[in-house]
T-cell receptor
Framework: GESVGLHLPTLSVQEGDNSIINCAYS??????FIWYKQESGKGPQFIID?????DKRQGQRVTVLLNKTVKHLSLQIAATQPGDSAVYFC??????????FGAGTRLFVKA | EPEVTQTPSHQVTQMGQEVILRCVPI?????FYWYRQILGQKVEFLVS????????KSEIFDDQFSVERPDGSNFTLKIRSTKLEDSAMYFC????????????FGEGSWLTVV
């Protein structure tokens, strides 16, 4: 079936700590994965992506890990800041026109 | 930085009325999309559009919905005879390539059907 889902609906972290947001996908044909950040009342904002021929990709303070064996994706945010508070969505694309979003994880950053 | 722009930001409409949501995609993008997000839920794919025709649509995108690129810059979503359950945030998005390429979203149009 088609699904991109998240392990936890909410995550609360202390400012300065690292955050890890997880995502599971079900279709092994998926070959492109994206993490989006959505702040309240705004559209999804691209954070980082990874293709299926990679298992890790790093950006500024963010790292995405892909484990194709267990169909798992994670987003790591280093030194989490209050501005990181948002809902994070993983999304997958299978080479076509449709990008499928997961359910979202709300990240709370405690000062 | 180029961005996708959407109008209106918020629209309230009576049930049964027609609504047109407007979008200006990023200028060099060739693929256009509409997504929907019901309050508190995930972002759902509605339709993709390329080369002046629908390339893929979801089961949500039934005969009530239509899309159009009336000129070289605008991309519209029309909802005929709105229902209460059409109340949602509607996001327009665009990309340079299909599949495997990042889609960039607008800020959304919040539709409330009363």
């Amino acid at each position: 079936g088609e699904s991109v889902g998240l392990h936890l609906p909410t995550l609360s972290v202390q400012e300065g700590d690292n955050s890890i947001i997880n995502c599971a996908y079900s279709n092994s044909a998926s070959d492109y994965f994206i993490w989006y950040k959505q702040e309240s009342g705004k559209g999804p904002q691209f954070i980082i992506d990874i293709r299926s021929n990679m298992d890790k990709r790093q950006g500024q303070r963010v790292t995405v890990l892909l484990n194709k064996t267990v169909k798992h994706l994670s987003l790591q945010i280093a030194a989490t800041q209050p501005g990181d508070s948002a809902v994070y969505f993983c999304a997958e694309n299978r080479g076509g026109f449709k990008t499928i979003f997961g359910a979202g994880t709300r990240l709370f950053v405690k000062a | 930085e180029p961005e996708v722009t959407q109008t209106p930001s918020h629209q309230v409409t009576q049930m049964g009325q027609e609504v047109i949501l407007r979008c200006v995609p990023i200028s060099n993008h060739l693929y256009f999309y509409w997504y929907r997000q019901i309050l508190g839920q995930k972002v759902e794919f509605l339709v993709s559009f390329y080369n002046n025709e629908i390339s893929e649509k979801s089961e949500i995108f039934d005969d009530q919905f239509s899309v159009e690129r009336p000129d070289g810059s605008n991309f519209t979503l029309k909802i005929r005879s709105t229902k209460l359950e059409d109340s949602a945030m509607y996001f327009c998005a665009s990309s340079t390539l299909q599949g495997g390429n990042t889609i960039y979203f607008g800020e959304g149009s919040w539709l409330t059907v009363v």
